[in-house]
């Protein structure tokens, strides 16, 4: 069977199957795959507890999937095309021949470290090819990666380390971001001051900087790799094994452990790539997925959604304005790109740049141009679809989370409708429902509800690794018997969703979820602070932006936020610094003791005029204050 859906008549008739008849539904699309013992049960699940099984009993191991069933006839593709930070440096192409060897040399690598099944390994490294090796290594061998952006602070990296009880982290000295450099080994260095579990780091020259040196757990990445064969048998794995850790923010300060599953994972993270982009292989199709892997964007399309499919794909260490504001527009250019993949925050920051940077570049091979990480806005959506696509491309605004592994509302390509602001419709098998904060299901249009889901699908998450109660209490306990998203969504008369944004603590900054406990508890350990409140607010940029309100000592208030500031950037990473700091007299409170962050939210979004009655409050005198402090 084919997997791509042909047209949107196709779309609608898979849809009804999907919901009428689930298991037989995705049991169809499983058989497609390479499974060294087939399944008999496909799917088991309770919410309750929640308990989601898919093809248990099966035994397969991802990466014959991802590798070694493309060798026979499709071994010369082009897997990778690596686009370096500098266009001035040379690129590096792997066909799936060579990238099978060269996962296979890492995997073995790492079995001669005693790594193996079920041992979680940390990857924290640079945007190049030895980080996608690394990845598809450990799923080769068995072990549980865990990646973490190569931008975290030392601390959070150490908690995540930790959580995860890893054996061993792969590294590399610095990262290249456009033309600055970290020095990752020295951050590894100070993070494992706090973790006794690591065993071994291995590190990867990707500039050639000297690091510091910790004989018997250091090791340098090709003496790791030095000899080892370019054939390592795939460990077998049920499908509800681990594949992989994915730390997020939510609500409260420490991060989750969303942990994914080989078979499930597989199954839905390549239909869902193969129908939303519309991609053929056979066409001579170029995706590019411009996310950096330590994001679940990433992981589902770079490191394993295109390369089930067969993909040849671009590989980005840069970023969007290096050497100059058109290296996208260049890259696509270069590389022949047909499917383009980015987030709202990097198409605002180019239509900031005007026209004439894409329009120095052909891209007349653009076929489908698609959004991730947060809403896209209407301005920037037709900018997208008029000077990048030239009006002949559609845009995909697809809607997904870390935790439901793969794309779970979209357009399908040019088959669908597209709407500016909209996600569209549901992929075949995601039942979304809206329902009111009571559990009441919404189903007249235009009205804004809970965005939920009522029947699971493959990818969906399995557990928080370690804290399976934090799983229930944050994804299934506010409205029993659905997956909760945490956000707000309004469906139209035609049926499409659109997403409005989180209804939690949850702050979208980039595309990249921050909870604001996680924020306001670095920003409470700086010296002069007493205490803090963090809220959201549009930013033209970003979509959303960081605002901390905070209750400074008796040292000066520019004191009092630097020092906030840089406690952000310890704890977290500069990702997380905040946009902006006030120093206010105090924060608004119940009598309770409860912050009213609903206050401090319109206060951020230039609403004060709707405040409301704050009589009640605790302390309703500083209201002005602070209205004062952020117009000021």
Known sequence: MT?????????????????????????????????????????????????????????????????????????????????????????????????????????????????????????YMPMVPELLFAVLACARIGAIHSVVFAGFSAQALADRIQDAGAVAVLTADEVRRGAKRIPLKSVVDEALQQCDSVRTVWMFPSTGASVGWTAGRDVRWADAIDGMETQC??????????????????????????????????VYTAYSFINVFQYEASAGDVFWCTADIGWITGHSYLSYGPLLAGATQVMFEGVPTFPDVDRFWAACAHHGVTHFYTAPTAIRALMAHGDEPVQR???????????????????????????????????????????????????????????????????????????????????????????????PWPSIIRTTYGDHERCRQTYFAAHPGHYFTGDGAKRDA???????????????????????????????????????????????????????????????????????????????????????????????????GKIMRRILRKIAEGRSSELGDVSTLLNPEVVPQLVAAFEG
């Open 3 to 123: 997997l791509r859906i042909q047209s949107f008549s196709d779309y609608r008739t898979a849809y009804q199957r999907s919901v009428s008849n689930p298991e037989g539904f995705w049991e169809e699309i499983a058989r497609t795959f390479t499974w060294k013992k087939p399944f008999t049960r496909v799917c088991d699940w309770d919410f309750a507890g929640p308990d989601v099984k898919w093809f248990s009993d099966g035994i397969l191991n991802i990466t014959e999937n991802v590798l070694d069933r493309h060798l026979a006839e499709n071994g010369h593709r082009t897997a990778i095309q690596w686009e370096p930070n500098d266009p001035s440096d040379e690129r590096q192409s792997f066909t799936y021949r060579e990238l099978h060897d060269e996962v296979c040399r890492v995997a073995n690598g790492l079995k001669a470290q005693g790594i193996g099944k079920g041992d979680r390994v940390v990857l």
């Open 361 to 455: 570049h052909d891209l007349t091979r653009l076929k489908v141009l698609g959004t991730v990480g947060e809403p896209i806005n209407d301005e920037a959506w037709h900018w997208y679809h008029r000077v990048v696509g030239r009006e002949q491309c559609p845009v995909v605004d697809t809607f997904w989370q870390t935790e439901t592994g793969g794309i779970m509302l979209s357009g399908l390509g040019e088959l669908s409708p597209m709407k500016p602001g909209h996600a569209g419709l549901p992929l075949p098998g995601i039942q979304p429902v809206l329902l009111t904060a009571g559990g009441e299901e919404i189903t007249e249009a235009g009205v804004e509800g809970h965005l939920c889901f009522k029947h």
């Open 233 to 266: 048998p795939a460990e077998a794995m049920t499908a509800e094994d681990p594949l992989f850790i994915l730390y997020t923010s939510g609500s409260t300060g420490k991060p989750k452990g969303v942990v994914h599953s080989h078979g499930g994972y597989m």
């Open 494 to 592: 035609d049926g499409m969703i659109r997403v409005i944004g989180r209804v939690d603590d949850v702050i979208n900054v980039s595309g990249h979820r921050f909870g604001t406990a996680e924020i306001e508890e670095a920003i409470n350990q700086a010296n002069n602070v007493v205490e803090s409140a963090v809220v959201g607010f549009p930013h033209e940029i970003k979509g959303q932006g960081i605002c901390a309100f905070v209750v400074g000592t008796d040292a000066i208030d520019a004191a009092v936020a630097e020092e906030a500031s840089e406690s952000v950037v310890s704890a977290i990473g500069r990702v997380a610094r905040p946009d902006r700091i006030l120093v206010v007299p105090g924060l608004p409170k119940t009598r309770s």
